[in-house]
C-alpha cells in the first residue's frame, strides 16, 4: 500500500477500508492464510499488521520498491510451485514517471506468478462518477469516459499504461469514495465470491483486524 505524503487521510481510510473487505473474504473462503504486508514511499518495507493500519504518510513514491520487495519475498519465502499467490495493490497512483515503465515490467512477472493480481487507484475526482455509468462497464481496463481529463489523455500515468495487462489474472477498479469499496470487490472477484459475506458487517475503518496470518498453502500479498 502507498502510504506516501500524497496519501491524505481521505485516500488512506479508502485504502485501508477496501483491504478490510479482503480479510472478511479471506476469512470467509480460507481456513488459513498467510498475508503478507508491505507499505512503501519511495522505499518499501514489509510491516506488521498493526503498522500497516497506522503508518503516517510521508515522502514521494516509486511504486517499482514496493513490487520489488514482493517478487523478493516471494522468491525467498513462498515459491509458486507450492504456494497459491494472490497480489494486490493500492494507492492513489501518483509516481515518478520514469518509474511507470519499471512498474510495468514488474506488474508483468508478478501476474505471471500470480493467481490474480488487482490494482486499486484511489482518487477523490472519481466521486459520484460511477453513477453515470452502466455498472457492467464500470470496472473495466480503460477509464471511463466522464473520469478526469487527464486519465485519458495523459498516457503516461500507471492506470493507462497497465490497460495492456488487464484480463481475468489482472484486474483494475477505482474508488473515488466508500460506496465504491463494495462494487470494486465484485468487479474482482464476481457476485459468487461475495456469496455469504455479510455486507451489513462491512464497517470501513481503517482499524487492526483480527490477525488470520496462518500458515497454509494459500497466500495474500497486500502492499
Known amino acids: 500500500m502507498d502510504v506516501s505524503g500524497s496519501m491524505s487521510q481521505e485516500r488512506k481510510f479508502l485504502a485501508r477500508s477496501f483491504f478490510f473487505l479482503l480479510y472478511q473474504f479471506l476469512n470467509h473462503k480460507y481456513e488459513q492464510v498467510e498475508v503478507i504486508f508491505i507499505s512503501h514511499s519511495t522505499n518499501a518495507e514489509r510491516v506488521s499488521e498493526d503498522d500497516f493500519f497506522k503508518i503516517g504518510t510521508t515522502g514521494g513514491t516509486i511504486i517499482s520498491s514496493c513490487l520489488d520487495l514482493e517478487l523478493d519475498v516471494v522468491e525467498k519465502e513462498f515459491h509458486p510451485n507450492s504456494w497459491n499467490i494472490y497480489s494486490f495493490y493500492c494507492g492513489d497512483g501518483e509516481n515518478w514517471s520514469s518509474d511507470n515503465e519499471k512498474c510495468l515490467d514488474l506488474f508483468k512477472e508478478i501476474k505471471s506468478i500470480s493467481q490474480l493480481t488487482g490494482y486499486c487507484e484511489i482518487n477523490e475526482h472519481y466521486k459520484g462518477l460511477a453513477d453515470e455509468v452502466d455498472e457492467n462497464d464500470l470496472f473495466h481496463g480503460t477509464p471511463w469516459g466522464t473520469f478526469s481529463a487527464w486519465k485519458n489523455e495523459e498516457?503516461?500515468?500507471?492506470?493507462?499504461?497497465?490497460?495492456?495487462?488487464?484480463?481475468?489474472?489482472f484486474k483494475k477498479v477505482m474508488i473515488g469514495e466508500s460506496n465504491h469499496i463494495w462494487r470494486a470487490f465484485h468487479a474482482l472477484f464476481g457476485g459468487k465470491a461475495s456469496e455469504g459475506l455479510d455486507r451489513s458487517r462491512f464497517i470501513p475503518l481503517g482499524r487492526k483486524n483480527p490477525s488470520c496470518c496462518r500458515r497454509s498453502r494459500s497466500r495474500l500479498a497486500s502492499y
Open 155 to 169: 498516457t503516461d500515468n500507471l492506470w493507462s499504461k497497465l490497460n495492456p495487462l488487464c484480463d481475468n489474472k
